[in-house]
C-alpha cells in the first residue's frame, strides 16, 4: 500500500482508494529489535531455516524497514480500510506450544485485532473446505471491508449531490409579498365628502438569489 501510495505510476490500473487489507497473525506493535527478532526466530524454526549470518542480516534489515512502515501507514490518504486478526490457539514448535502473534502485536494504529477461532499460527491462513468456520470468518471480514471501501467512495458524491439539491431548492425559491386592499368608505351626509382607504402592497424579500414578488395594492372605492 505504501509503494502503491508513493509510485502509482508503477501499478496502472490500481489505486489506494480501491485497496483493503486482511492481516492474518501479522505482528504490528512491540517492534523493538528484541522483540522482532524472538518473532522471526520462531517463524524460522516453523519453516526449518538455519541461523546464519545471512539469516542474521535478513532479521536486521527487517526490523527497520517494518517499525518505518507502521508509521508511513499511518500517514496514506486514504489509509485502506483494515482488518487485523489474531490467531487464539498455541502452536507447536520444537516440543513446546506458545503464541506467535499475540493479540496486541496483531492490533495497528489504534484498531485492535479480532480473534479468529480455533486457529494457531499455522492454520490461521490454511483451510481445508469452504465450509470451515475459519474460511467462513475470513469471508465475513472480507466483506466489511468490501462495504467500507464502498462507504468510502459513495461519502463524497453523496455530500456533493446534497449540496448541489440544496443550491437548486434556494435557487429556484419564490418569495411573495401578501396582498393588500384599501378599505371602502361612503358618505351619508348629503354634500359630504368621502375617501377610499390607502393600501400598500405586501413587501417580498428572496434569499440567495430566490426571486421576489411583491404583493398588489387595490385602493379602496369611495362614494360621496
Excluded at 124 to 146: A, E, K, Y
Aim: with cysteine; glycine share 12%.
Amino acid at each position: 500500500m505504501i509503494r502503491l501510495a508513493e509510485t502509482p505510476q508503477q501499478y496502472q490500473g490500481l489505486s489506494l482508494a480501491s485497496c483493503g487489507l486482511l492481516f492474518l497473525s501479522t505482528p504490528h506493535s512491540g517492534t523493538d529489535e528484541g522483540t522482532w527478532n524472538d518473532f522471526l526466530v520462531e517463524l524460522a524454526k516453523l519453516s526449518g531455516a538455519h541461523h546464519g549470518r545471512d539469516f542474521t542480516k535478513l532479521l536486521s534489515a527487517f526490523n527497520r524497514e517494518s517499525t518505518d512502515a507502521k508509521g508511513r501507514f499511518g500517514l496514506l490518504r486514504p489509509v485502506p480500510p483494515f482488518i487485523c486478526v489474531y490467531e487464539t490457539q498455541r502452536t507447536l514448535v520444537k516440543g513446546l506450544e506458545r503464541v506467535i502473534v499475540t493479540p496486541d502485536s496483531a492490533g495497528l494504529n489504534g484498531q485492535r485485532a479480532q480473534p479468529m477461532s480455533y486457529a494457531d499460527h499455522r492454520t490461521i491462513c490454511r483451510f481445508p473446505h469452504q465450509n470451515d468456520s475459519r474460511f467462513l470468518q475470513v469471508l465475513g471480514w472480507l466483506d466489511q471491508i468490501r462495504r467500507d471501501l464502498v462507504e468510502m467512495r459513495t461519502a463524497p458524491r453523496q455530500q456533493v449531490l446534497e449540496s448541489e439539491v440544496d443550491h437548486v431548492e434556494v435557487s429556484v425559491a419564490r418569495a411573495k409579498g401578501g396582498d393588500a386592499q384599501g378599505g371602502d368608505s361612503v358618505s351619508s351626509d348629503p354634500g359630504g365628502s368621502a375617501q377610499g382607504g390607502r393600501a400598500v402592497g405586501g413587501k417580498a424579500t428572496a434569499l440567495h438569489g430566490g426571486r421576489a414578488v411583491g404583493g398588489s395594492a387595490v385602493g379602496g372605492d369611495a362614494m360621496a
